[in-house]
């Protein structure tokens, strides 16, 4: 049962609703239910929600919010989102806490994924 007044759920824009899927899936391991020709969702990724047909993107830059992933390998998982299309916005660096990557998978959705700081 979803927790009350909690972050239940994020939908985000996407211009091309198959490559923002097989992106998800080659370079994470997500997969997607299908509502429609304009609506897809997922689920168990730390947050459910879903992606819907718009020509809009969200980046940093537009004032978007910024999800960010955890890993812990934050070379080998910037290596698979290269290898499954995504774009590098900001390559690794160091922030206060750990370090990350920002990237904008097929449809211009800029995410960030972060780790632990090197020991």
């Known amino acids: 049962m979803p927790a009350h007044e909690k972050i239940n759920y994020v939908e985000f824009p996407a211009k091309d609703l198959a490559a923002t899927k097989a992106f998800f899936n080659a370079a994470f391991g ?10 897809v969702a997922f689920s168990d ?5 879903g992606f819907f047909t718009s020509e809009q993107h969200s ?17 080998a998982t910037q290596a698979k989102v290269s290898a499954a299309g995504g774009t590098i916005v900001k390559d690794i660096y160091s922030f206060p806490g750990g370090r990350r990557f920002h990237f904008a998978e097929p ?9 632990q700081p090197e020991n």
């Open 30 to 39: 997500w997969t997607f239910v299908d509502y429609g020709p304009d609506y």
């Open 107 to 115: 449809s211009g959705n800029e995410f960030a994924v972060w780790a």
């Open 45 to 49: 990724q730390g947050l459910d929600g």
């Open 59 to 75: 980046t940093t830059a537009n004032g978007g919010a910024l999800i960010v992933l955890f890993s812990e390998n934050l070379e």
